[in-house]
């Protein structure tokens, strides 16, 4: 596609693009968010460079996307942004927020289409989070493989049950600057969604599987699930699907999570990141 005002920089040849030359504080500029929303489909995962944008700013920018939503396992940032979060990991830590492959939320019944990131501070190297387009992994797949897993569903469980290093609650306790809550309900968050799941804008098809939050499948026990489910997780995050974005203070990203996975590194120790994190348009996965 042309864009008439995005500077638009592919960042690998199967997901990601970085936009430059815009101001995302103009919202008037119906032009400007059309080419954004088309971008955003088009890479699933757009990170716009040089944005100076206070919380209401990314508020109103998210929610061009969908209404905002909440996160069951961290505090908002105050009254008037009660679905913000701040993702912060101090210099003296060593556990980040986000590592490990999986979409945000799929244990909700309606898990946000759409995830968006400001940067406030970031490490001089490191800090990069990863991404992998579930779209393309799927349509990879042997039309054996896509045939078995039609009309398959998934048990997702918040959990991390099978996170390195424990589970929530073991988690969160190493996370000491960030507002967590809830770490105690987790083994009762759950839901069920299909493994592979139709975008309601496109029409694609893309895989819907972690090992990080995917239990088991639907009548099936988690001894049986778990190796058809790490292989499934495994080839989504092979090389050829995925792309790797660096981040910079002012940079704003925002990504499909129906058709995507991201990974956030934790290779920054002794220097401190600063995030805001706002959910947008809860969506139940057909």
Not at 26 to 38: F, G, R, T, V, Y
Not at 127 to 147: F, I, P, V, W
Request: glycine fraction near 6%; proline fraction near 6%; include cysteine.
């Amino acid at each position: 596609m042309t864009y008439k005002i995005l500077q638009v920089q592919p960042i690998s040849g199967c997901i990601g693009a970085e936009i430059y030359g815009v101001d995302l504080r103009q919202l008037d500029n119906k032009l400007l968010w059309e080419e954004l929303k088309q971008a955003y489909l088009q890479y699933h995962v757009i990170a716009v460079r040089g944005q100076d944008l206070s919380p209401d700013d990314q508020t109103q920018a998210a929610e061009f996307f969908g209404q905002s939503c909440p996160y069951p396992f961290a505090k908002g940032m105050d009254e008037a942004h009660p679905y913000m979060t701040r993702i912060i990991k101090e210099p003296t830590e060593r556990t980040n927020f986000g590592a490990d492959w999986h979409s945000d939320t799929p244990y909700l019944q309606e898990p946000p289409s759409t995830t968006t990131l400001y940067a406030v501070e970031t490490p001089p190297a490191g800090g990069d989070t990863l991404y992998a387009n579930t779209e393309a992994a799927y349509q990879a797949l042997s039309d054996t493989m896509k045939k078995m897993l039609e009309g398959l569903q998934g048990v997702f469980s918040a959990s991390l049950k099978h996170k390195p290093g424990g589970n929530r609650k073991i988690h969160h306790a190493r996370i000491n600057t960030m507002a967590v809550q809830n770490s105690g309900e987790a083994d009762r968050l759950e839901s069920i969604h299909p493994i592979v799941r139709t975008h309601p804008l496109t029409g694609k098809k893309a895989l819907y599987v972690s090992a990080l939050h995917t239990l088991r499948f639907e009548g099936s026990t988690e001894k049986e699930s778990r190796p058809l489910i790490q292989m499934l997780n495994d080839h989504c995050i092979e090389p050829q699907f995925t792309c790797r974005v660096r981040w910079q203070p002012g940079q704003f990203n925002i990504w499909d999570n129906r058709c995507t996975m991201h990974n956030a590194i934790n290779d920054y120790h002794g220097h401190r990141r600063e995030m805001r994190r706002l959910t947008v348009g809860s969506q139940k996965p057909q």
